[in-house]
């Protein structure tokens, strides 16, 4: 299809599609070891809305329901093997050395801690999508105890009195300001995270909390979560009475969409043990987070038979998920609080005699602070030595020092609590985990917050490096903002602006001028290196009845002052973004049909061609294509028979020659022969499939060099070719197995720089293929260049 833009489209309102957004998990897990594929999760179509929905959306446009648990198990041991081959045959190429550049003083999502019992100012952390890290410190420098080849998420930790460490994979939040990941059992350490073996539960997806009988430690407790898309599995609370090795269920749940998200221990009396349960399920463009299944129950046989609470709490069906605590100075005081079954927060009570009978707390919305999503958080902490000081968490850290007759804001801490512990060894200190990282009170938790200075699981989407000199990057970060890092490699980054981070750009001759965006396309221009002041740009400036959660801002490479942003129109800039223009009519379906919400309809990548800028290539988010040649006079649609049909991540412009471009396509072929890397060589009109040896994964970048190389960041890794695809090998070693979202690649230095979701800032430096180009043009698309790849060496 062919539209001219001067005849078919004149100046639409610009609008923005900006609403309050619901979440939803993307659960995805691969293999824990690399002879052994874990469990993964599936994955729904429904309310695409939240950064969650976002990626789950892509992953899913192939019109899936559900993200099988073979998938990443399968594109994992597939790049896992590329590996191998590349060693073998690329030495050279499989050589080269990933170097962490930072950053070190952002962090991410942490949602469970331990204290060391028995080494000081030791503590051990889950990190959402970052695995397991080791503090010996008191909380300010954490490294890995967790393999970077394994899947990374974890939901829940804890530790024998002699330092048995274990770990519980997925988390049991689904989703809510970040992607939760599903996990594939329960691992067991013997030494402190040295080494680590899987011990059971490995189709439980989630495990919300485990719970050591301190008079027996064989005795263990699991709360197994669930998957959140798929009904049944190894959920509730199970038992193992020999250390892991062996599980039983104990409690099991009321339906096959509840699993328990809390088990908790009488310290006074082992016999005496509680339990929160969890009915929720997600459906396609449902989402039902309560239900008559969830509840409190308690045990008085250690487990054995169980009874649910009911005396003085709801027993209606409007039950989200519950928060359950037990007083450590006073077992007999019980705190809990429970969420409505569509979010708010509902109530909050307590018991003085174990949960016999239960009074309703005059606690309020605004001090709960839990906004819309009370089963983001589903924990309250509580004093080990004064029963009437707790801690709920919320968006903010609610406290309240008189046994929950009303609750006050703690300033401080990064929003959204999930971990609060006592250091016994120390008076007075406690460790607290939010979606910030990991901060340290010396002050019992009332204040004087220390947040941790190295803290490299970091979630990114997007990032950038300055032309002039690739030290300087900035990226966006998902919860964390728009940030900088200007000062070198594992030096401090600083906060420029945004929301969620999303794309992030520097002015390739200036780097003072600095372009951050958050969600759904609300930009800012800075002069000042990203600090204020800011000029908004972006939705109130641009024409767009649409706009993507990430949504393209972009330089013309051959003009700085030319720039680009995308919603549903696509809008050009000559003032370096001080002033916009729409260049091209609605170049997407038209917008949602999705009873969800989410804003279909809108452009998701914008390349321009570096020898021609009259030449653009568009991708939008329901698979279409389109080029122009004129600027945006005339556009043409691809045929969509050439197509997958599905999510267009990022299209790319070789840097010599305008009619050779190449787009990437999220989700996953499922034996099909749908494509994930496609190219073009006569500017648009035909496309052909060069992704043929890569893992089945979603491709999320692509970069061309100049002198003949292909480079793709996936959910499984990084890969490079020639230009013409087809042959494949794995891009460098010691790069953690977490989604590469973005690449950013600077010709002058060969610098090639990863955006990791959950593990941070990668570089590598690209080896030079000479073969490459010397076998230019191409003279036979998609069958890979015979010798290019052995010829490589260090750049």
């Given amino acids: 299809m062919k539209l001219t833009f001067a005849r078919r ?4 309102a610009a609008t923005a599609v900006v609403g309050l957004l619901a979440t939803v998990a993307l659960a995805a897990s691969s293999s824990p070891t690399p002879a052994e594929p874990s469990l993964a999760t599936n994955l729904p179509t429904g309310p695409m809305e939240v950064p969650d929905e976002w990626m789950t959306a892509q992953r899913l446009s192939d019109g899936s329901t559900s993200l099988s648990a073979t998938k990443y198990a399968n594109a994992r041991g597939q790049a896992n093997q590329l590996a191998v081959r590349t060693k073998n045959s690329y030495r050279k190429l499989g050589d080269q050395k990933w170097d962490f550049f930072g950053p070190l003083n952002i962090g991410g999502r942490v949602p469970d801690l331990v204290v060391d019992p028995q080494v000081p100012d030791q503590l051990f952390i889950a990190a959402a999508s970052g695995g397991v890290w080791k503090s010996s410190d008191a909380g300010d420098v954490f490294t890995p105890v967790w393999p970077d080849s394994w899947a990374q998420p974890i939901g829940a930790l804890a530790m024998t009195s002699d330092g048995v460490l274990f ?21 067991r350490s013997t030494d402190r995270g040295g080494s680590w073996e899987r011990v059971g539960l490995t189709d439980s997806h989630a495990i919300g909390r485990l719970a050591i009988d301190p008079t027996n430690e064989d005795r263990i407790f ?8 798929i009904p049944g599995g190894e959920r509730g609370v199970y038992l193992s009475e020999d250390g892991g090795d062996n599980w039983r269920q104990v409690l099991a749940p009321p339906n096959a969409r509840t699993g328990a998200t809390e088990v908790i221990i009488d310290p006074s009396n082992p016999n005496r043990v509680y339990a929160a349960m969890w009915d929720h399920l997600r459906e396609p463009h449902q989402r039902t987070y309560g239900g008559p299944g969830s509840s409190l129950w308690r045990s008085n046989d250690g487990g054995e038979t169980w009874q649910r609470m009911t005396n003085g709490l709801p027993t209606d069906a409007d039950q989200g998920r519950w928060g359950l605590a037990v007083a450590p100075n006073n077992p007999q005081r019980l705190y809990a609080y429970v969420g409505t079954a569509i979010g708010p927060f509902r ?7 174990g949960g016999d009978s239960w009074d309703l707390m ?16 589903g924990k309250i902490w509580v004093d080990p030595a004064d029963a009437n000081h707790l801690f709920l968490m919320g968006v903010n850290l609610m406290r309240s020092t008189n046994g929950a007759q009303s609750f006050s804001s703690v300033r401080g801490p990064h929003a959204d609590q999930h971990v609060m512990r006592w250091d016994p060894k120390v008076p007075g200190r406690v460790y607290l985990g939010n979606d910030g990282g990991v901060y340290r009170s010396e002050q019992n938790g009332a204040a004087g917050w220390i947040k941790a200075t190295d803290e490299r699981y970091t979630q990114f989407y997007t990032v950038d490096v300055a032309e002039t000199d690739p030290s300087l990057k900035v990226a966006g970060a998902q919860d964390n903002g728009c940030n900088r890092g200007y000062n070198g490699r594992l030096g401090p980054w600083e906060a420029i602006g945004c929301g969620d981070g999303l794309q992030t750009i520097i002015h390739p001759e200036n780097p003072n001028i600095v372009f951050g965006c958050s969600q759904y396309g609300s930009c800012y221009r800075s002069e000042n290196g990203g600090f204020a002041p800011r000029q908004n740009i972006g939705t109130g400036q641009t024409t767009s009845q649409r706009r993507n959660w990430l949504t393209p801002l972009l330089f013309d490479p051959n003009d700085p002052n030319v720039m680009y942003y995308a919603g549903n129109i696509l809008n050009r800039s000559t003032d370096n973004g001080r002033t916009w223009t729409p260049i091209s009519p609605d170049l997407t379906n038209g917008g949602p049909n999705d009873p969800s919400g989410y804003p279909w309809g809108t452009i998701t990548s914008v390349a321009v061609a570096p020898s021609d800028s009259n030449t653009l290539y568009v991708g939008t988010d329901d698979g279409k294509v389109w080029w122009t040649r004129d600027l945006g006079a005339n556009w043409t649609e691809v045929d969509s028979a050439q197509l997958p049909g599905t999510w267009v991540t990022r299209i790319a412009v070789n840097p010599k020659d305008a009619n050779i471009a190449y787009a990437t396509f999220s989700a996953f072929r499922s034996g099909s022969d749908r494509a994930h890397v496609l190219m073009t060589r006569d500017g648009g009109q035909t496309w052909i499939n060069i992704g043929q040896g890569l893992p089945d994964a979603p491709v999320n970048s692509i970069v061309p060099t100049s002198d003949g190389l292909l480079m793709v960041g996936t959910d499984v890794g990084v890969f490079l ?10 891009l460098g070693k010691n790069l953690p197995q977490a989604p590469v979202m973005y690449l950013r690649y600077h010709e002058p230095s060969r610098q090639l720089t990863a955006a990791t979701f959950g593990r941070g800032i990668y570089d590598v430096s690209v ?14 698309p998609g069958v890979g260049l015979v010798g290019v790849l052995s010829s490589c060496r260090a750049g």
């Fill in 9 to 12: 489209y004149r100046g639409l």
């Fill in 167 to 187: 770990a519980g994979t997925g988390e049991a939040q689904p989703g809510g300001g970040s992607i939760t990941f599903g996990g594939d059992g329960i691992y």
């Fill in 222 to 229: 699991a709360a197994a979560t669930g998957n959140l898309f």
């Fill in 347 to 353: 109530a909050f009570y307590r018991s003085d005699n």
């Fill in 362 to 377: 005059p606690v309020t919305t605004s001090q709960a602070s839990q906004s819309t999503f009370s089963w983001w958080f």
């Fill in 721 to 730: 070719s020639g230009w013409n695809g087809g042959e494949w090998a794995a």
């Fill in 767 to 780: 080896p030079r293929c000479p073969a490459a180009s010397t076998k230019l043009p191409l003279k036979n």
